[in-house]
Each structure stands twice: as structure tokens, then as C-alpha cells.
């Protein structure tokens, strides 16, 4: 007789666990294969990040440094372009001033005119010589105005009359500056041409024409002006007065002066002067 359910040997029992794989003596359960999965993931990633990762990485750190460097060759490029233009400004203004300066300066163009000028200086001071005469003669009492025209006849001048009496080149002072007579600064830089001026007039005559030759467009220096009155002028005496009332008393011809003075002129050295009148570099000695 049998029931149901009878015991057959060799069946598994209903409460035995599932049956997982051992490998390596370790029993792969679902949590040790979780966690070797969790493993398996990190080492892959791990592969990942150093095979793939890290060399991309190293790339863009490369191409951000390039692009950075390159931002600032840019930055860079236009700090130099503003500093180029900033000294081509300054370069422009210098030569602007250099120009103007050089405008106070003689040229060799206005040297060729300078004695033609100074001729029109003097003749100027001619104009009125006429009515000067007539207005001498006008204030003076007749027989002092006989006495006037009688010296007028024999010496010709009642009024005076202003004359260029010489205009000699001075070709010993003239050349380079290096003697700094006007400063060391100018050695080397300027040359100067100097006049030899001998004119004679009045005192009026004398002091505009002087007064002009300041006003002409070359840059002149005066040096070593020296003014005498003429002899004729000292023992000329028409009206006899007391004293100096003879002397100032407009019933007398001009007193003539006597100026003498170097003209000397300045110009800027031109390059090749500048190169001739430098002074020579002394060479070192060879030793045998």
C-alpha cells in the first residue's frame, strides 16, 4: 500500500538553494557577481579614461594653451601696432619742430640774396633824404642856411646819407662750428659764413639798419660791432654856438658814424658735412 507523496529516494529536497558556479574556490552568488561586475565596470572605465580620456585630455590642454598663447601674441601685436602708431606721431611732430627750427636757420638760397637785402635796408633809409634836407635848411636862419648850401657844394652831404661801404667775406671764420661759441651742443651741427660789414649814417640810420638786418629771414649774429663817428664830422661846425648847443642845434650837417661789425650767419650742416666734420676715431695701437 502506498500514499501519495511517497518518499523516492535520490530527489533533491524542496528547500535546496540554487546552484551557482565556483571558480577559483570563490562561489559566484548574485552578490559576489554584482560586485565583481561593479569591479569589471571600474577597471574598464579606469581603461577608458587612461587609453581614451587622458590623451584627449592632454590634447585639449594643449589646444587651450595654443589658443591662449596665441591670444596673447595678438594682444601683444596690437600693444606693438599702437606703439608704432603712437611713434610715428611723435616721429611726425619731431620732424613738424625739426622743419620749423630749421626755418630760423640761413640757407644758401637766402645767403645768395643777403647783400641785395641789405642794400634794400639802406636805401631805405635814403628815401626821405631830400626832405630832411629841405627841413634842415627850413629851420635854420638864413645866413646859418648859406653857410649850409656853401658845405652842401663842397662836401655833398647836409643830410646824411646812409652807405654800404664794404661787404667782404671772411673766409677764415667761415666753416663747422667746433670752437662752442654758441655751445657745445652746436659743435659739429652748424656751420656759420661770415661777412666782414663796414657802413656809415647818422645815428637813426644806423641803429634801424641794424634793427632790419635782426628782422631778416636768415638767423644773423652780430659780433664785434664797433661804431665811430667820422672826422669830417668832428671838426664840422657851421653854427657857432656855446658848447653842446652847437652841437645839437639841427643847424648843422649829420653827424656821420662809422660801423664796422661781423655778419655771421648760421646753417644746419647737411649730412655729408656732418660726416666730414666729426671728429676722427683715434685707432688702437697695433701691438707686434
Known sequence: MSAGGDFIPGDQPFDAGPDHPTVFGIRFTPMVSGIALAVLGLIGAGALLFYLGLPEWERYQQLDAKV?????????????????????????????????????FASEASLDTLLLDLNRQIDARNVDLGKRRAQKLALCPPTIQQNLREFEEKNGELA???????????????????????????????????????????????????????????????????SSLSDKSKNTTIFTGVGDF???????????????????????????????????????????
Open 160 to 226: 646824411a646819407e646812409a652807405q654800404l661801404k664794404s661787404f667782404t667775406p671772411n673766409k677764415e671764420l667761415t666753416g663747422a662750428i667746433t670752437d662752442s661759441s654758441y655751445g657745445t651742443q652746436v659743435n659739429n651741427k652748424l656751420k656759420r659764413q661770415v661777412v666782414s660789414v663796414e657802413l656809415a649814417g647818422n645815428y637813426e640810420q644806423t641803429a634801424a639798419i641794424l634793427q632790419s638786418i635782426e628782422r631778416l629771414q636768415p638767423l644773423l649774429v652780430i659780433r664785434e660791432l664797433t
Open 68 to 104: 591662449k598663447q596665441t591670444e596673447n601674441d595678438i594682444q601683444q601685436q596690437q600693444a606693438l601696432l599702437q606703439e608704432i602708431g603712437t611713434a610715428k606721431k611723435e616721429l611726425e611732430t619731431a620732424q613738424r619742430q625739426r622743419d620749423d627750427v630749421l626755418t630760423l
Open 246 to 288: 652847437a652841437r645839437l642845434s639841427p643847424c648843422q650837417p649829420d653827424p656821420k658814424i662809422t660801423t664796422k661789425f661781423q655778419l655771421e650767419a648760421l646753417l644746419p650742416l647737411r649730412p655729408d658735412e656732418v660726416v666730414q666734420a666729426a671728429p676722427a676715431v683715434p685707432q688702437p695701437a697695433q701691438t707686434k
